[in-house]
């Protein structure tokens, strides 16, 4: 019996109800100086977590913490919300995917694509939350980056975190998936050919 509570994903309930575990979360991150990425203002740019230009989009905004992590701060739209009132899930999901891919840019100049993302829920967004989201690189190994990521209630509170594989793919790889053809310039943000 209690085999299949713990296969459920219960564990985390029972370390924190019964033997009063809380896990230590980092504070709401102070920002610092905006990060703008070299596609900005190309056509390149329809992001639907950061482009200002996509209207149905998040538009996050991304900055460098006092510390020389990356953060990023994000008003998600009414049309985002699961139940009403309520930010649904996927779209926390997707700030977090977000603010890891960008910390992977900036930090190590590398276009990701992601690979494998693990989340973990804590309290709701409502959508009255100006959210901001805080992300860690932890690991790295040739192409592929280990980042974790929390993302903060407007109160400061986490409301989730995340745990996620990124992968810079090769040039040709890229354009392959997306079906786009990039210029030299950006030859450089991608893993290197074999």
């Keep these: 019996k209690w085999i299949k509570f713990w296969n ?23 920002l610092q ?23 149905y989009g998040l538009q996050m905004q991304f900055f460098e ?38 910390a992977v840019f900036h930090l190590k100049k590398q276009v990701v694509v992601t690979v494998k993302l693990n989340c973990q829920w804590f309290l709701p967004l409502t ?17 592929f980056y280990v980042v974790e990521s929390y993302l903060f209630r407007g109160d400061g509170k986490v409301a989730a975190k ?4 990124f992968m810079s793919p090769q040039l040709k790889a890229f354009e392959k998936m997306s079906g786009v053809k990039l210029s030299k ?7 290197p050919a074999k």
């Design 127 to 143: 959508k009255k939350d100006n959210c901001r989201a805080l992300a860690f690189l932890k690991a790295s190994y040739k192409n």
């Design 65 to 102: 913490t006092p510390d020389g992590d990356i953060a990023a701060q994000v008003k998600p739209p009414e049309h985002t919300q699961g139940y009403r009132g309520i930010i649904h899930g996927g779209i926390a999901t997707t700030i977090l995917d977000g603010v890891s891919s960008s």
């Design 8 to 30: 459920l994903g219960l564990p985390w309930l029972f370390l924190q109800k019964i033997l009063g575990y809380k896990e230590k979360f980092p504070k709401a991150p102070q």
């Design 162 to 165: 995340s745990s996620g594989l």
């Design 33 to 55: 100086s905006e990060i703008k990425f070299p596609w900005e203002n190309t056509d390149l740019h329809i992001c639907f977590c950061c482009s200002p230009h996509n209207e």
């Design 185 to 191: 310039e950006y030859k450089n943000f991608f893993a």
